[in-house]
């Protein structure tokens, strides 16, 4: 078959086109080398909605990251994402630099973000005790958000599929040509697909699929950004998500509580060649350990922290987002150079390049399109009358398979039954927060492996933590063969 | 709401022998809350023997040791739950469980037992830089996928970190074939027993590397190498001393943490020593009427002071249930106070109305000391003075005291553990 479009990269913004494009009437595919939407940079940030203000005004990036922003509350309702406004504060130490937040206020402005203030020292410390006694004035901004990216990536990708587009996963992309009736030919590891349009929405490796079609190159740079990521008794640490003051390699070290409860303290910003180092090294951690001091005080991260992990930002060298038809090459689309705000602007992202391609083909728009998506039902919102009712009609909630969060064995059912469902460890983790707590697993892996095995059928020996090579067990102990 | 006198949060050795003990006392209504889909607890994947020669006098498998206490609660028709998950404790003792066959339900128990045991530091809490790839685990992770699952994780392993756990993981995985490297201690000395380290490290060659800890991890997907670096006094690596070892297995044995997220929610008051409960002599946490024992309170070496430890919590417990779920406490409390060396006591304090005849007195030092002795105060007068040999932060220590040189003792306020150095 030829499909109308064809996206590259089941990222939160490749999704979120999907997402867009299914109220047409198109056959879109998503094409995806992971074995799961959400496997790269969409994972690994600082699950911000940003406000906006951080962004020139005039850019892409201000432009969307706004309207990305506003688009969030009717999103994370239809969609059923974990998102508050808990607002940010942009916290100045140093009395010289207190003109630095004023620029940020008249950008924020300029860039039409809504509700700003700025503060004095006391009535920021009033609002964060927890922020450095150096405090000199702070910048407030109310729309600023937390979010559950894997959430988010997951609701666009499966409201997308449920409303028609086509997913496939562990699909890697070789080779894009274009024939004489200007169909694309993409040749991946899993076959060819014919489209009329691509969308290059692939992350880190954007530039790798636009220079492939076109003499304007672009040229992204994998910045790395390092992460703690703290116990659930430190989610009240601060109630609000806070910055130091920006620099130009980016917007500093924040602590943020997360939408979940954990306490978040990151990103370092550092260029790499690498576009597979997910690595985190010594450097990084000691630099989130420095960073943090200087805007929050007594912050016990080495006391408290329960993982550390590290995200690529796909930063290109015009440090703007690159939306829309490839100026040389028709039919080729690009949502490239997608950093921070990429998440927040996520949604607009959408929104544009849908808009763009719709009309570009004369896509005609769907007579029944739901916008809803339910995510994995949380029992734990439930009263304990309804938890029974629900544990009455499916007893495999009443069994809880991870204790430090306390997820039931429903719930990681539900995960990989659904459409586009869980197919690892990581991927239940994912969908229902299953081992992510204060153990990372050690408990629930033996359980969830079984149960991976006995829905799926697939035997332990190829039961991964993330596809590809990432196998969990190698192979049958001794005498293991009798159990 | 049901009712029960005695509730028990955990059907591991702690839980099991507080239930036989409790019966025992002549509590009727006991029962056992068990996460698990068998009694035991974690002793059901410890299916090496060096179990139960204090209480037995005899070496027991892990299984075995667990058998005889789960007979006695069978024999005694105690009742308990299984697949049941304790989601709340009150501060009025209301605990709230659930279950795929019960539901989510509340209990009121005349008396609580903490006896939830522990869980271990996953490596995301050392902070450790490189990859978080498949092919990481606690050691008791590895060890349930291996005794239990009947699976091997890996061929050749690194351990980092050189508790209990990952010393018999050392030995059981090179006894299924595996090839294991080397054990890396970030400590100066080992935090495991040392007849473990002989029988499970020595008597198979495997290395041990002290003041040592892992600085990266390679892999992407699954693991592939990782690399060791010697640190210093201040426990950070010291460049150029660096090795790298092919691995597609790394175990981690480093430090376990009492679990206890749940006498939290209730408002128990926790040490941050222990990360356990205080409890008094009695076993009794901040809380009336709710006891701990077992790795829930302070982690233990030795499953048999777990057992006699649990055994005093079930009868202190039948006794708060017995006197109207009243506190018996007369005179003034005295306080244990650990010093010079001694990180912590369990009991911290000692209340003599309630004390029976004598009370063990455990604890840990932080460092290792030689030809030392461990040495009791009463307020400023040294009433006990054990000579050891050596004493080391990986075997826990005890003193007795007996009640009646406590209530002798004119004025007694405080009671000071500490070691010293002759």
Known sequence: MIYDVIIIGAGVTGCAIARELSRYQAEVCVLERDEDVCCGTSKANSAIVHAGYDCMPG?????????????????????????????????????????GLRELYDRGIANGVKGMRLLSREEALAMEPNISDQ?????????????????????????????????????????????????????????????????????????????????????ITPRRGDYFIMDKDMGNFVTRTIFPQPTAHGKGILVAPTVHGNLLAGPTAIDIDDRESTATTQQGLDAILDGAESHVKNLPIRRKVIRVFAGLRAHEDHHDFILGECDDCPDFFDAAGIESPGLSASPAIGEYMSGLISSRYHFAKKDSWDPVSKGVLDPKQLTMEERNELIRRNPAYGNIVCRCESVSEGEILDAIHRPLGARSLDGIKRRTRAGMGRCQAGFCTPKQMDILHRELGIPYEKITKMGGESYIVRERSKGGEDR | MMNYDIVIV????????????????????????????????????????????????????????????????????????????????????????????????????????????????????????????????????????????????????????????????????????????????????SGGLKRNIVQC????????????????????????????????????????????????TLL??????????????????????????VVNESLETSIPGVFACGNVLHVHDLVDYVSEEAARAGENAAKFVSAGCRDMAEGEDIQLIPADGVRYTVPSVINPGRMDRMVTVRFRVGAVYKNAAVSVYFNDERVMHNKKRIISPGEMEQVILLKDKITAFKDLKSITVRIEQD
């Open chain 1, 59 to 99: 850019s892409v990036m201000a432009k969307m990251n706004v309207r990305g922003n506003e688009m969030m509350d009717q999103i994370a309702k239809d969609l059923d994402v974990p998102f508050k406004r808990n607002g940010s504060l942009v916290v100045c130490i140093d009395k010289d630099s207190l003109g």
């Open chain 2, 201 to 248: 490290l020595d008597d198979f060659g495997i290395p041990l590397k002290l003041s040592h800890t892992v600085v990266d991890v390679e892999g992407k997907e699954h693991i592939s190498a990782v690399t060791i670096a010697e640190v210093g006094p201040d426990r950070k690596p010291i460049p150029g001393t660096e090795e790298r070892y092919t691995c597609d």
């Open chain 1, 135 to 219: 405090t000199e004035g702070a910048l407030y901004a109310p729309t600023a958000g937390i979010i559950c990216p894997f959430r988010l990536t997951i609701g666009f990708a499966e409201n997308a599929n449920k409303n028609g587009v086509d997913f496939r996963f562990n699909t890697d992309v070789e080779e894009l040509k274009k024939d004489a009736e200007g169909i694309w030919h993409i040749r991946t590891n899993n076959g060819e697909y014919k489209t009329r349009a691509i969308v290059n929405a692939a992350g880190v490796y954007a530039d790798t699929f636009h220079n492939m079609v076109s003499e304007n190159k672009i040229h």
């Open chain 2, 10 to 189: 955990g059907g591991g050795p702690a839980g099991l022998a507080a239930a036989a003990s409790a019966r025992k006392a002549g509590i009727e209504k006991i029962l056992i809350l068990e996460r698990d889909d068998r009694l035991g607890g974690i002793l059901n994947q410890c299916i090496h023997n060096g179990f139960g020669l204090h209480t037995f006098k005899e070496e027991l498998t892990g299984p075995e040791y667990a058998q005889r206490f789960i007979d006695q609660v069978l024999e005694k028709k105690i009742e308990y739950k299984l697949h049941t998950m304790v989601m709340d404790i009150s501060s009025d003792r209301v605990v709230t469980a659930m279950n795929h066959t019960d539901g989510m339900f509340r209990i009121q128990a005349g008396a609580v037992i903490l006896a939830m045991g522990c869980r271990e530091r996953p490596i995301g809490a050392l902070a450790t830089p490189g990859y978080r790839p498949a092919g990481i685990f606690s050691a008791g992770t590895a060890q349930r996928l291996v005794n239990m699952e009947g699976y091997m994780p890996g061929r050749e392993v690194v351990i980092l970190g050189s508790g209990d756990i990952g010393l018999i993981m050392a030995r059981r995985m090179t006894l299924e074939g595996a090839k294991v490297k080397v054990v890396a201690e970030v400590m100066p000395y």
């Open chain 2, 252 to 277: 981690l044995s480093v430090g376990l943490i009492p679990e206890n997220e749940l006498s939290r929610g209730a408002g128990v008051a926790i040490s941050n020593i222990t990360n356990g409960p």
